[in-house]
């Protein structure tokens, strides 16, 4: 089965800290990778999108990476604000499923 | 401002009765996709469509309905026959199927009271 996983479920972290934000995959085979934020009740909003032929995507303060060998995404995120907090999830296009997969999010919290 | 727009936001219908979310897009884009989402279950496909009068079923289709008359518009109908139907749904939209960044709408809230 054709799974992307995002571990921790949640995160509390104090303001300013540099925090980083895991996303795994079971297919090396995949055609991009996405990052989106979720606000309570609302859309997804996209952050970032890195292809097959990148490793790595930087808006602002996020970056993101992609390692197709091992597996695996992180989002960075530099000096974090209160306003960082959501629900970040992220979604991989794989050969294998041939359509979007979601993970189930990291819901972040920024602790003034 | 580009964008997709769903409608309504909250929506309460009765059981037995369909009812019809709207979704409509000024991206250009070919390809629109509506995504349910429940707490704890993460994003579940339900339909897409890659262009005007073609769509396909997703993950979760049983007990739902899709048109693509035209490219903007992509109404998704939830019938009487689906048997969990309070969700979150969610319409999005990119420029090819599965290669293009994803948008999304802010979303419909439904409940069945």
């Known amino acids: 089965k054709q799974e992307v996983t995002q571990i921790p479920a949640a995160l509390s972290v104090p303001e300013g800290e540099n925090l980083v934000l895991n996303c795994s995959f079971t297919?090396?085979?995949?055609?991009?990778l996405q990052w989106f934020r979720q606000d309570p009740g609302k859309g997804l909003t996209s952050l970032l999108l890195?292809?097959?032929?990148?490793r790595e995507q930087t808006s602002g303060r996020l970056n993101a990476s992609l390692d197709k060998s091992s597996g695996r995404s992180t989002l960075y995120i530099a000096a974090s604000q209160p306003g960082d907090s959501a629900t970040y999830l992220c979604?991989?296009?794989?050969?294998?499923?041939?359509?979007?997969?979601f993970g189930q999010g990291t819901r972040l919290t920024i602790n003034p | 401002d580009g964008g997709i727009t769903q409608s309504p936001k909250y929506l309460f219908r009765k059981e037995g009765q369909n009812v019809t979310l709207s979704c409509e897009q000024n991206?250009?884009?070919?390809?629109m996709y509506w995504y349910r989402q429940d707490p704890g279950q993460g994003l579940r496909l339900i339909y897409y469509?890659?262009?005007?009068?073609?769509?396909q079923k997703g993950d979760i289709a049983e007990g739902y309905s899709v048109s693509r008359e035209k490219k903007e518009s992509f109404p998704l109908t939830v019938t009487s026959a689906q048997k969990n139907p309070t969700a979150f749904y969610l319409c999005?939209?990119?420029?090819?199927?599965?290669?293009?960044?994803?948008?999304f709408g802010e979303g419909s809230r439904l409940t069945v009271l």
């Open positions: 890195i292809q097959s032929s990148q």
């Open positions: 979604a991989a296009v794989l050969q294998g499923a041939q359509k979007l997969v």
């Open positions: 469509s890659q262009i005007v009068n073609d769509f």
């Open positions: 297919d090396s085979a995949i055609y991009n």
């Open positions: 999005a939209s990119s420029f090819t199927v599965n290669t293009g960044e994803l948008f």
């Open positions: 991206l250009n884009h070919d390809a």
